[in-house]
């Protein structure tokens, strides 16, 4: 499973952005998804969740309610809206991958990882 993350960049305190994530190779062995990120001298944290089949979600308390993760299984593409940005939200998005939901939304050691995408938020 290859992961690309795209749609990082920088924005201002309150503007949106949405990340994308293409995967390749999808099989079962990743059907939770995940977003994570890491922070300038922060550890890597989970941001939210979703499966391939059931399109289960779940969220970080820090992004609930401003944040949306979303999948489209034809394009094999999972997406993270991000709207009312936060300075504290910058850092370096992250998708991941795995067979466990429960991998994804506990732990920050998914199977698979993409390379990471900026996102810098102004005050």
């Known amino acids: 499973v290859q992961l690309v993350e795209s749609g990082g960049g920088l924005v201002q305190t309150g503007d949106s952005l949405r990340l994308s994530c293409a995967a390749s190779g999808r099989s079962f062995s990743a059907d939770a998804m995940g977003w994570f990120r890491q922070g300038p001298g922060k550890e890597r944290e989970f941001v939210a969740a979703i499966t391939w089949t059931g399109g289960n979600t779940y969220y970080a308390d820090s992004v609930k309610g401003r944040f949306t993760i979303s999948r489209d299984n034809a394009k094999n593409e999972v997406y993270l809206q991000m709207n009312s940005l936060k300075p504290e939200d910058t850092a370096v998005y992250y998708c991941?991958?795995?067979?466990?939901?429960?991998?994804?939304?506990?732990?920050?050691?998914?199977?698979?990882w993409g390379q990471g995408t900026q996102v810098t938020v102004s005050s």
């Open positions: 991941a991958a795995d067979a466990d939901y429960i991998v994804v939304v506990t732990t920050t050691t998914p199977h698979f």
